[in-house]
Nanobody
Framework: QAHVAESGGGLVQPGGSLRVSCEVSGFTPVAMGWFRQAPGGKREGVGCITSADDTTYYGSSVKGRFAISRRLRGKDNKPIYLQVNSLKPEDTAGYYC????????????????????WGQGAQVTVSS
């Protein structure tokens, strides 16, 4: 049975950093993505990574501040991390991990409706 779960997140001051993790069980996705959604806002694509070659894309609002990486443990179902740096209050949102059976394509990955399985989300709050 497919299962996607985020962990991490929390409260951080502006300018700070933290890491959110995503683990998948029950299947091996071709790509994994991160999205975020603030209260009352639309779901926004944060980044996407293709498992076969680690090709990565980022949303324009987070490029240069956020990074997706993969923990080197075993060959399949490697957990992925979302490292969030230089946080701003507007980064406050629920952060969601998603999986897809196809690779990341430029721009197309941002459409949340194309993703197959989703986690429950991890809250990141940026406040002083």
């Amino acid at each position: 049975q497919a299962h996607v779960a985020e962990s991490g997140g929390g409260l951080v001051q502006p300018g700070g950093s933290l890491r959110v993790s995503c683990e998948v069980s029950g299947f091996t996705p071709v790509a994994m993505g991160w999205f975020r959604q603030a209260p009352g806002g639309k779901r926004e694509g944060v980044g996407c990574i293709t498992s076969a070659d680690d090709t990565t894309y980022y949303g324009s609002s987070v490029k240069g501040r956020f990074a997706i990486s993969r923990r080197l443990r075993g060959k399949d179902n490697k957990p992925i991390y979302l490292q969030v740096n230089s946080l701003k209050p507007e980064d406050t949102a629920g952060y969601y991990c998603a999986t897809d059976n196809g690779p990341c394509y430029p721009d197309a990955w941002k459409f949340s409706g194309l993703w197959d399985h989703w986690g429950q989300g991890a809250q990141v709050t940026v406040s002083s």
